[in-house]
């Protein structure tokens, strides 16, 4: 995220939320809508359970920043990103997100 223009704050210890908060600058391409990202990230889409993933989705419309899950790459080691896109129900059904270019 760096390389893209992004400030980017890691939490510590990881006890919030979000473990990233990228904050990206307006002024570096205007047709970008998110400015603000908080970022939870997990080793797969399926280790985030709905008590983690609400808080993240939640405070992110507090705050008007997009909620994204970052997962660790497999082969070649490449992250996927997904843009959360509500609540998650616990229920075993398809997971609310998209895949996300940060």
């Known amino acids: 995220m760096r390389g893209k223009g992004y400030v980017v704050i890691r939490s ?5 939320a979000a473990d ?3 904050i990206r600058p307006p002024s570096l391409d205007r047709s970008v809508s998110h400015w603000i990202l908080l ?7 399926a280790a985030m359970p709905p ?4 808080a993240l989705f939640q405070l992110a419309e507090k705050a008007a920043a997009v909620p994204v ?5 497999g082969a070649g080691n490449k992250k ?3 843009q ?3 609540e998650k129900d616990g229920k075993g059904g398809k997971q609310p ?3 996300f270019d940060p």
């Open 12 to 16: 510590a210890s990881s006890k919030g």
């Open 20 to 22: 990233l908060v990228a």
């Open 39 to 45: 970022v939870q990230c997990k080793l797969s889409a």
């Open 51 to 54: 008590i983690e993933w609400n």
């Open 69 to 73: 899950l970052a997962v660790a790459g």
């Open 80 to 82: 996927a990103y997904y």
């Open 84 to 86: 959360l896109l509500g």
């Open 97 to 99: 997100m998209r895949a």
